[in-house]
């Protein structure tokens, strides 16, 4: 999968989403530090370690990079930045009975929007899986010779196994 520019300078000063899933009960914000072992454990459940860890992150950052979609004070998503690297948008994650609400969408512009209020210009989607959801939300384009990218040479988790 191929990492993904996206020009933070052309994206809409708002985004009508957002207030849609207010209306609905949906809030899109930044985590707390209180909430940090509670959202990387869900991170962790629900889509692995590698992801938790870089929500975890997002927490040391200042400001928080990692924001959350929370529904009657249920996790429901996240999306993070400047947590695999500078610049780079992700991970992020919608649960599994949440999908099709529009979430996931909201949190990219959410997290895309914030990355441009501190001082971006661009942002990188690492490893960008569903590439055509980012070219049509967001304008994202590949970027050429991508992968691996970054990921290139990670520990990965080998059972113990020496």
């Known amino acids: 999968m191929p990492d993904m520019l996206v020009k933070l300078y052309d994206l809409p000063t708002s985004f009508p989403l957002l207030d849609t899933l207010a209306t609905a009960g949906v809030t899109v914000r930044p985590a707390r530090a209180p909430e940090k072992r509670l959202v990387t454990a869900w991170i962790e459940q629900h889509f692995g370690p590698s992801w938790a860890a870089e929500a975890e992150k997002g927490f040391a950052n200042t400001p928080v990079s990692t924001l959350l979609a929370v529904e009657g004070g249920a996790l429901v998503g996240f999306a993070c930045y400047d947590a695999t690297i500078r610049g780079f948008f992700g991970p992020t994650g919608v649960h599994e009975a949440q999908r099709g609400r529009g979430l996931g969408k909201a949190l990219l512009f959410a997290a895309?929007?914030?990355?441009?209020?501190?001082?971006?210009?661009?942002?990188?989607?690492?490893?960008?899986?569903?590439?055509?959801?980012?070219?049509?939300?967001?304008?994202a384009t590949p970027i050429e010779g991508s992968t691996p990218g970054i990921y290139r040479g990670l520990l990965q988790d080998t059972g113990g196994a020496v």
Do not use: D, N, Q, R
């Open 112 to 139: 895309l929007h914030t990355m441009w209020e501190v001082g971006y210009a661009y942002a990188v989607i690492g490893s960008a899986g569903p590439t055509e959801f980012y070219a049509k939300a967001v304008g």
